[in-house]
């Protein structure tokens, strides 16, 4: 599989009418990835999708699922839905008891490796790992529910990320997820990250593909900037 290009924009469905779903999947089809959040109600305070409906979303999306475990217990049930298809599998460094072998077996069974952390997590300790992942998501928001305002207080850590792969000479992805939107994009890019969860920054909006492609277009000039 190809891999698009940053900056990478990966709506988030779960700001997409559920009754319409596939309907909703057709209109993300100039973006990235399909961003699909998998809560348990346990690590965060709410629920939404288990492996049987992330099963028919593998089947009905035209465009390669990125998925974000926040759960509990991730060494159980990641690799389930690497095997589902999903062409990248995040996990919560918090809920995770080794995190390197899990994303060693997310890699074996053919899925991009990512890790999660929130906002008040330290990254310190992924530096001398980054090459383990594939991806390192940083939560602008506290997980669990989406509509919550951009926390500018974890560019930082974002920032500090970004200078060590820079460093290191590491192609890890850097994602950031909350709040992002047309006035907050560019705060994110420009501290280092390239690939953006944005949800009713794109599925509020009447035209979704103007809304990738405005978004797409900041991130790039905030990064060029930068």
Do not use: C
Not at 84 to 92: N, P, Q, W
């Amino acid at each position: 599989m190809e891999l698009p290009r940053a900056p990478r924009i990966n709506p988030s469905i779960l700001a997409a009418d559920f009754v319409n779903m596939q309907t909703e999947l057709a209109r993300i089809a100039t973006a990235d990835f399909a961003h699909v959040d998998v809560m348990d109600n346990h690590f965060v305070p709410n629920l939404t999708f288990g492996p049987q409906m992330v099963q028919r979303i593998q089947e009905t999306s035209p465009v390669p699922l990125d998925v974000h475990l926040m759960i509990t217990d991730p060494e159980r049930w990641a690799p389930g839905y690497a095997e589902l298809g999903a062409a990248s599998v995040t996990f919560h460094l918090e809920a995770a008891v080794d995190p390197v072998s899990l994303a060693r077996r997310l890699r074996d069974i053919g899925a991009r490796a990512g890790v999660a952390v929130k906002p008040d997590t330290p990254v310190d300790g992924l530096f001398p790992v980054l090459d383990e992942f594939d991806q390192i998501l940083v939560m602008t928001v506290e997980p669990g529910f989406g509509g919550q305002g951009f926390m500018p207080e974890t560019m930082p850590k974002l920032r500090a990320l970004s200078e060590e792969a820079r460093r290191r000479g590491s192609q890890v992805w850097l994602q950031v997820d909350g709040g992002i939107s047309d006035d907050t994009i560019a705060q994110a890019a420009a501290a280092g990250a390239d690939t953006f969860v944005a949800g009713s920054a794109v599925y509020g909006q009447d035209d979704v593909e103007a809304a990738v492609s405005r978004l797409r277009h900041l991130a790039r000039a905030a990064s060029l900037e930068s």
